[in-house]
């Protein structure tokens, strides 16, 4: 990660410098990368059910809306996908 934003934002070639290289790779050694946690649909399903609204209906509202959002990519993606469709029908229609 280093190697790449020094690459990309001082434009450094980090494979040049052979004894930051090995620096490197010794302290990487033992690196244990974190997980990131991923919630199952069941389980927001849950807590949008469950959850008290006296707590937690701020976060609730941002979830819903999260969720309404990805529900409109979805169907704009639909009708993009329905939109080439017709153009290709379209076009090999003309072509012929």
Do not use: C, H
């Amino acid at each position: 990660m280093l190697k790449r934003m020094l690459l990309t934002k001082e434009n450094i070639d980090i494979k040049k410098f052979r004894l930051v290289n090995e620096f490197l790779k010794k302290k990487s050694k033992n690196y244990i990368s974190k997980k990131s946690l991923v919630l199952e649909v069941e389980q927001i399903k849950k807590f949008l059910r469950e959850a008290p609204n006296s707590t937690f209906l701020l976060i609730k509202v941002r979830v819903r809306g999260i969720l309404f959002i990805f529900r409109l990519q979805s169907v704009y993606f639909r009708l993009l996908l329905l939109w080439a469709s017709l153009e290709g029908v379209v076009a090999m229609n003309f072509i012929r």
